[in-house]
């Protein structure tokens, strides 16, 4: 094991839309990024919501203030396990800083597309006049994986990729790292798909989470909100917990919080959920909130 762990932080946890206001204070109003760290590991960042900025000046700063001290300086290397293309999970990214050295390569894995390549989709919506810059002009090396089910290995990391359903194409993704793991599903909307019963957990979704440390899964909705948005493509507090059930995990954190829940909401759903998971002797909830840090050793 290596010391210190891989641990995970939460910097953007809402969903749909970035959100401001002292009703968010406590949870936070950034979209969705994640990142996992591990010493001697490049970093796995899952998603490029808006909380990726913030994350990426930290990295900055890291960065400027080891060449400062003159320490070596080697090529800044990320991994993106990007679910979607939904404007939540990508929009931070013109705003992570590491991403405009000329030093970076920046490896983001996301959904095989209908329309074309990735990188050209992605890119359809990353230049002018919708934004004054693409991926190419950002400084570093972006460079774009088309996946679908599929395991690959990422220094030293192995992951998992499998389809979720959800109103466009998306992914959820199950990294193992130095022995522990951890599986990310944001967005993932049982009623998408009418013919499925409520009930069901797709075979895809139960190899992601299969006895995994931690299952960070979409808990967009009371189940009041779900029946009335089903088609929205995400999934109801219950379901969260019944996958984490089903999966045998220890740990689920409600992730992708809707934009009209505040802090107080929050506390209520959490409590909510913890009680529905007691009830069959299911997993420890945790609500992800801006600076969440889990270190995957001590779950
Ligand atoms: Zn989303
Ligand atoms: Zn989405």
């Known amino acids: 094991m290596t010391a210190g762990g891989p641990v995970l932080t939460f910097h953007g946890v809402r969903g749909s839309t970035p ?14 990024a994640v990142a996992l760290e591990c010493p001697g590991h490049a970093p796995v960042i899952f998603d490029l919501g808006t909380g990726v900025r913030a994350y990426g000046d930290e ?3 890291k960065l400027v203030a080891d060449m400062q ?6 090529p800044y290397t990320a991994n993106v396990l990007l679910t979607h293309l939904h404007w939540d999970h990508i929009i931070g990214m013109p705003f992570f800083t590491p991403a405009f050295r000329p030093d970076a390569n920046i490896n983001v894995y996301g959904p095989r597309q209908l329309e074309g390549p990735l990188g050209d989709v992605f890119a359809q919506v990353m230049r002018p006049p ?20 599929d395991a690959y290995a990422l220094n030293g990391a192995k992951v998992l990729s ?60 009371t189940l009041d909100e779900y029946e009335a948005k089903r088609h929205f493509g995400h999934s109801s507090i219950e379901y969260a917990v019944h996958v984490g059930k089903e999966s045998g995990i220890r740990n689920l954190v409600l992730f992708h919080h ?4 505040s802090d107080d909401d929050i506390d209520r759903i959490l409590q909510h959920a913890q009680d529905v998971s007691d009830k069959v002797n ?13 270190n995957l050793d001590h779950v």
């Open 258 to 261: 809707c934009p009209t829940h």
């Open 162 to 221: 499998r389809w979720v359903r959800h109103t466009d194409p998306a992914l959820g993704f199950r990294v193992e790292l130095e022995g522990r793991s951890v599986t990310y599903i944001s967005d993932h909307g049982p009623g998408c798909i009418t013919d499925d019963p409520d009930d069901y957990v797709p075979p895809g979704v139960l190899e992601l989470c299969d006895g995994v440390d931690v299952l960070i899964h979409d808990a967009q909705h």
């Open 19 to 32: 959100c401001d206001g002292h009703q968010y204070s406590r949870y936070g109003g950034s979209t969705s």
């Open 59 to 61: 990295v900055t700063a």
């Open 130 to 149: 919708f934004f004054p810059i693409t991926p190419d002009q950002l400084g570093g090396d972006v460079r774009f994986q088309e996946v679908g089910d």
């Open 282 to 294: 299911g997993p420890r909830i945790i609500a992800a909130h801006e600076g969440l840090r889990i």
């Open 69 to 74: 001290a003159n320490r070596a300086a080697t």
